[in-house]
Every structure is written in C-alpha cells, then in structure tokens.
C-alpha cells in the first residue's frame, strides 16, 4: 500500500523564520519518486522537487531545502527565512516508477506573517 | 509553452443538476488525468487516460461521474446528477508518458461548489 503522511496540518511562522514542514511516506516498492508541490491561494500545483529512491542526497535550491532520509521514510522540505509569498499549502506525493498514479499527502498550510 | 488550460474556473450549481468541465493538456502529453481535490484534502486520482484510452478509474464513481477523450487530447469531465459533497477542485493533469521520471503538470482547476 501507499500511503503520504504530512502530520503538520497548519503551520505559522513570521517573516524570516526558517520552517520545516514534514512528510512521512509508507510503500513496498523498491523504486519510487517523491515529490512536493507548493498550492497558492490560484489553486495551481506548482512542482518544487522530484527526488527518486536512489538518491539520498539532500539538495538546496535557494532558500528551500529538502532531507531525504530513507531508513525513516521521510521527505522534509525546509524553507529558510521565510517570506509572506511563501504563503500556501504545500503537498508531498509518492510516485511508484513505473506507474503514473500520484499519491497525495493531506497537504500543510503554511501562514507566513509579516 | 503553454500549460495545462482548464474551463470554466468557477462553477456553481444545484444538486442534482449536471455539470461538465474541460481541460486541454499540454501540446504531446500523452497522458492526461483528473483530480478531486476537496478542501483541506490532497488531490484524489479520478481518471487516467493514455491518448484516448482508459488507464485507471478505479476510483471514478461512474454511477455519476464520466469522462472521455475521444480524440487523444483535450478531455471532458462530467458529473450527473450533481451531489452536496461533489463540491470540491477539480484539477486536470498531463505528463508526456507514463512512468519513468515523467512529471505531471497541472492546470489551475475548476472549482466546483453545490448547493
């Protein structure tokens, strides 16, 4: 089974604070991608990273941040100093491979005060 | 290059009355596929279509919802009759194949409230 857990429901931070929003994936394939998507308030899924299993490298894109620990199932996505447009709900997803179907998590809303 | 483009981007309706919503995928993308996103909720695969045909709608209620792509691009989603709890965003995908490293690209989605 497949299954994305982000346990952080809602999250509020002010301006400049670094934030870590968590996920926590469950499966039995060998070979899988994991995702995370970021939602504005428009509504579109706007992509962020894809990382396949094979790699455990941590990555850095400007201020974000991802922490792929395989040997707890986890995808953490770090934002350092946080800005108000970083404002939305934010979506990790398992892919099998081969398989195109998604698996979402329930998303964290992330408020970020000025 | 343009995105995923989907339409209309608000629908309200009345239980029980029918509804249908399009979405044109990406120029080449193969596949294209149909969420229910209801609020506070992830995105729930609806329908997977590969060109014109059917790959996974195990989770389609197909006593209410249809959907089709009968020329391998853009794709309609139909609900009839609407119900109360089909109020949700529903977003349209696509991806050039399937499997591999190919990611999806979604389009803005329609949101769809009944009352």
């Known amino acids: 089974a497949q299954k994305v857990t982000q346990a952080q429901t809602e999250i509020s931070v002010v301006e400049k604070e670094d934030v870590t929003l968590d996920c926590v994936y469950e499966?039995?394939?060998?070979?899988?991608?994991l995702f995370w998507y970021k939602q504005p308030p428009s509504g579109e899924l706007v992509f962020l990273i894809r990382r396949n299993s094979f790699d455990e490298q941590n990555e850095i894109s400007g201020r974000y941040s991802w922490n792929f620990q395989k040997s707890t199932s986890s995808f953490n996505f770090t934002i350092t100093a946080s800005q108000v447009v970083d404002s939305a709900v934010y979506f990790c997803?398992?892919?099998?491979?081969?398989?195109?179907?998604?698996?979402f998590g329930s998303g964290t809303k992330l408020n970020v005060k000025p | 290059e343009a995105g995923v483009a989907q339409s209309p981007r608000y629908k309200i309706i009345e239980k029980r009355q029918s509804v249908a919503f399009w979405c044109n995928p990406i120029?080449?993308?193969?596949?294209l596929y149909w969420y229910q996103q209801i609020l506070g909720q992830g995105p729930k695969l609806l329908i997977q279509?590969?060109?014109?045909?059917?790959?996974?709608d195990s989770q389609l209620p197909k006593d209410r919802f249809s959907a089709e792509r009968l020329k391998g691009v853009d794709s309609t989603l139909k609900i009839q009759p609407a119900k109360l709890e089909d109020s949700a965003v529903y977003l349209c995908?696509?991806?050039?194949?399937?499997?591999?490293?190919?990611?999806?690209?979604f389009g803005p989605g329609t949101r769809l409230t009944v009352t």
């Open positions: 997803a398992l892919r099998p491979y081969n398989f195109n179907k998604f698996y």
């Open positions: 279509f590969q060109n014109n045909g059917v790959v996974d």
């Open positions: 499966t039995r394939d060998t070979t899988y991608y």
């Open positions: 120029s080449g993308h193969a596949t």
């Open positions: 995908a696509s991806s050039t194949a399937v499997g591999g490293s190919n990611e999806q690209y």
